[in-house]
């Protein structure tokens, strides 16, 4: 079977994504930028309103009769949430030049509006996600910033960085970042690791590499744990182990302390290659290094050991699971699920499915799909039938590998019938495109052809 | 692993792929059928499935076998009962061959 169950990825993948990503956290900015970068990262949702948005075109002569129109009229006075505002709403439709634009008039007719560095970080975030290729328009706002006196900070690096790479920008985002840290101020931890890993999954290690080496050598910004821990899990989903060991004893060099997270990442490298006595050492060190293992660290056990084959250990270690106090989940469960259908233990793998119900823990679609696909396998079609039931009923989709297996089981004992109405819940269900759908149950049935011209079948 | 070979298979092969759902001008007892001038194999084939489930053509004793009426008995080479598994490449020689 050899692929992650859906439900383990994104249990690993998105604890990775926030880590670095969490910029409400960051202590050097302040709170009103901290407001303006997240209104301008998300344009579009203001553009899908058009109600609520008061520019109807994005001509710049209406929209500064507009302006001057609710100027005139408004009783309260104007501040600068207000402008910003404006302009957020006015960048979400037009031109990078006529939002400038609109901001010089808007200057121009109030002498009290003195913008501050969220104002020109809307205007920054529209030019940074503008389709032109060169840097031009960011560096003309760039420039209008320092022109009016305000100091482009570590939140202006942030918005820069992510609206370029948001953008499909990202060798764009890393030029400004050195030219920023140059001109003015270092990035921050969070924009720094953001940015690297967004270079690991655009261009090659060395290139990355490179870069951590020109920061640190010209500018003195050094990695932190963060960025080792997405370094070493760029490395293992390329599979090169051998570059995450090194990148342990860098980071070790480098003076930090492997935390719990950074244990997972290399122990999932290790599971996906299925090294379990490799990963069973990884336990062993954290264990060691008095590092307390999570739900995350047992999970990855457990589906590690399962797929290469060590049930049993996997086993003993769903039981220290629940005595470190963690109650195994569907991940867990559906991991062992797994491994005893590739042990040929299928019914236990079934038996297992009540046993953790009755523990009230809800099976997911990942888990039904496996037993569906080790059922078959094991050519036990009348189980396999009760759990497609299950699924059906539960309105679960199925997954390719699960759907060929069943389609193909139904077929050799001659329910083509019946492979068809799985073919119709598939369709049906959109878990797979017509196509795929289709094409399955094509082959399947050339293959039924075949086999019976050799008279093997049925 | 087969199926996850044959999805890579699929995903993989735009030539394969573009057989299936390229849409083709159809031979004149095709068009009478389907009523219209152009289909793809794949929308060929499910407007002929459903076209089986809607007049309940199934044989009632084995279900894997179709009794054509007069009109699907025309585009399936005037065959009166058709095994469901020989559907998709009967369906087949509608359409163009894959060039090698």
Redesign the interface.
């Known amino acids: ?3 992650i169950p859906s439900s383990f990825r994104s249990l690993t993948s998105t604890q990775l994504v926030k880590k670095p990503a969490a910029p409400p956290a960051a202590p050097p900015r302040d709170f009103r930028n901290g407001i303006a970068g997240r209104e301008s990262a998300k344009p579009s949702e203001d553009s899908r309103e058009p109600l609520r948005n008061p520019f109807k075109s994005p001509d710049l002569s209406d929209a500064k009769s507009l302006f001057n129109s609710i100027a005139a009229t408004s009783r309260i006075p104007l501040d600068l949430k207000f402008h910003n505002s404006v302009l957020q709403s006015y960048a979400s439709i037009a031109a990078v030049d006529d939002t400038v634009k609109l901001f010089q008039h808007i200057r121009k007719s109030q002498p009290g509006f003195s913008p501050e560095p969220s104002t020109f970080h809307i205007l920054l975030s529209h030019a940074c996600r503008a389709p032109d290729s060169s840097l031009s328009s960011v560096h003309q706002v760039l420039n209008l910033m320092v022109n009016s006196g305000v100091a482009p900070n570590q939140a202006t690096t942030d918005i820069a960085v992510r609206s370029l790479c948001e953008s499909g920008r990202v060798s764009e985002a890393m030029d400004l970042m050195k030219e920023l840290t140059k001109k003015h101020a270092p990035p921050d931890a969070y924009t720094y690791n953001y940015l690297l890993k967004q270079l690991c999954k655009s261009g090659p290690l060395l290139f990355v590499y490179d870069f951590i080496d020109e920061m640190l050598k010209d500018y003195e910004v050094k990695p932190d744990l963060i960025s080792f821990t997405i370094l070493i899990d760029n490395v293992c989903n390329s599979k090169n182990l051998r570059e995450a060991e090194n990148l342990v004893s860098a980071l070790r060099r480098a003076g930090f302390k492997m935390d719990c997270f950074a244990y997972n990442t290399i122990m999932k490298g290790y599971c996906t290659m299925s090294k379990g006595s490799e990963a069973v050492g990884v336990y062993k060190k954290m264990k060691e290094e008095g590092v307390e293992p999570d739900r995350v660290t047992y999970n990855t056990l457990i589906f590690g050991l399962s797929k290469c084959g060590r049930v049993e250990e996997a086993r003993k270690y769903m039981e220290t699971m629940v005595e470190s106090g963690y109650e195994p989940d569907a991940v867990a469960y559906t991991s062992l699920m797994n491994g005893m259908c590739r042990k040929g233990l299928t019914l236990g793998a079934l038996s297992l499915l009540g046993e953790m119900e009755a523990k009230g823990c809800a099976p997911n679609d990942c888990t039904y799909n496996t037993l569906l696909y080790g059922m078959c396998k094991a050519r036990l079609l009348d189980k396999g039938i009760e759990v497609y039931g299950l699924m059906k009923s539960n309105g679960v989709k199925l997954e ?6 069943l389609v193909k089981t139904l ?1 050799r004992s ?5 492979a ?1 109405a799985v073919f119709d819940y598939a ?1 049906e269900s959109k878990s797979l495109t ?3 759908a ?6 399947t ?2 293959w ?2 075949k086999a019976k011209e050799q008279g093997l079948a049925v | 692993m087969l199926p996850q070979r044959l999805k890579k298979a699929i995903t993989d092969n735009p030539k394969k792929l573009g057989n299936l759902i390229d849409l083709v001008n159809l031979p004149s007892t095709l068009r009478d059928f389907l009523g219209q001038s152009q289909i793809s194999r794949l929308g060929c084939f499910i407007r002929v499935w459903s076209y089986i489930k809607t007049n309940n053509l199934q044989d009632p004793k084995n279900k894997n076998v179709v009794n054509c009426d007069e009109k699907l008995k025309g585009i399936l080479l005037g065959k009166k009962r058709v095994e469901l598994a020989e559907l998709p490449s009967l369906i087949k020689l509608h359409f163009p061959k894959e060039p090698k």
Do not use: C, F, I, W
Request: no cysteine; proline share 0%; net charge positive.
């Open positions: 079977m050899g692929k390719s590998g699960a759907y060929a297996t077929v001659g329910k083509v019938a019946e068809y369709v017509d196509a795929s289709y094409s399955t149950l094509e082959t049935l050339k039924l052809k």
